[in-house]
């Protein structure tokens, strides 16, 4: 099921654009409501945010109850950390802090199984339905992840040509907000400094079919950015996004 839904989800960002928010949530009910809702993925957080590896298991579950692509985003690039997160179930992982062609290389191999990598390797997970599909099917199906690799500074912006030449990267996601700190004007992810340097890796990441993806808050920011090429739209948090909900429903009821 999982192989499936990762294939549509490459489909879908071929042919179109994904949409789907961060969550900090340790609630398997809360993703499940992402999915029903109609996103096409949740990143479930391990960078910022109480998860941890046990509990983002059974988040994983619920979002592909609800046919909602489990992405993770790991704390850093290591072996480990990117192999348990596949071990689980994730249909993708999310790797911060890239900044050279060697950081992405290095991804690739920890992520995907040989000849394409040298991922740990261990079926008795849930990723191998704990040893009952077959090993080959497995290592080979395992492969498909999708591979996310967020570049969130200038280093890495002045790299971008060499990092978007490594073979085997879905997506290129930018950090605005990261962004914003590292050119000086902290916060300001609207400001004409951020957003050129993010048109500037669209048009470059387009020119080589890779996909791009950034982090967006608002309905409008998010057909700005689709309308520039943007194919990977992270909206929100979960918790944000409940938060204007009730906040919305409050000044509403008081309105006079």
Wanted: net charge negative; with cysteine; aromatic share 8%.
């Amino acid at each position: 099921m999982l192989t499936e839904q990762i294939r549509q989800f490459k489909d879908k960002l071929r042919e179109g654009y994904v949409l789907g928010p961060f969550a900090k949530t340790c609630d398997p009910g809360f993703i499940e409501i992402l999915g029903y809702g109609g996103f096409d993925f949740v990143i479930i957080d391990l960078e910022h945010g109480p998860n941890t590896i046990q509990t983002a298991q059974d988040l994983v579950r619920a979002a592909q109850v609800s046919q909602l692509l489990p992405i993770v985003r790991v704390k850093e690039r290591v072996p480990s950390v990117i192999g348990e997160a596949l071990d689980i179930g994730a249909g993708g992982i999310h790797v911060p802090q890239i900044t050279s062609a060697e950081d992405a290389r290095s991804v690739l191999e920890r992520a995907k199984f040989a000849p394409e990598g040298m991922r740990g390797v261990c079926r008795f997970v849930r990723a191998g339905e704990y040893s009952s599909m077959d090993r080959f099917q497995y290592f080979k199906e395992a492969n498909e992840a999708v591979i996310i690799v967020g570049l969130e500074g200038t280093e890495a912006i002045e790299k971008v040509d060499e990092i978007i030449a490594v073979d085997g990267v879905d997506i290129v996601f930018v950090g605005p907000y990261d962004l914003s700190q590292s050119l000086g004007v902290t916060g300001q992810i609207d400001h004409p400094m951020v957003t050129d340097k993010m048109v500037e890796i669209i048009e470059k990441c387009l020119s080589k079919g890779i996909a791009v993806g950034t982090f967006v808050e608002t309905v409008e920011g998010a057909r700005k950015w689709r309308d520039l090429g943007v194919k990977y739209l992270c909206y929100s948090v979960d918790t944000g996004i409940f938060h204007q909900a009730c906040h919305e429903i409050v000044v509403q009821t008081r309105r006079d």
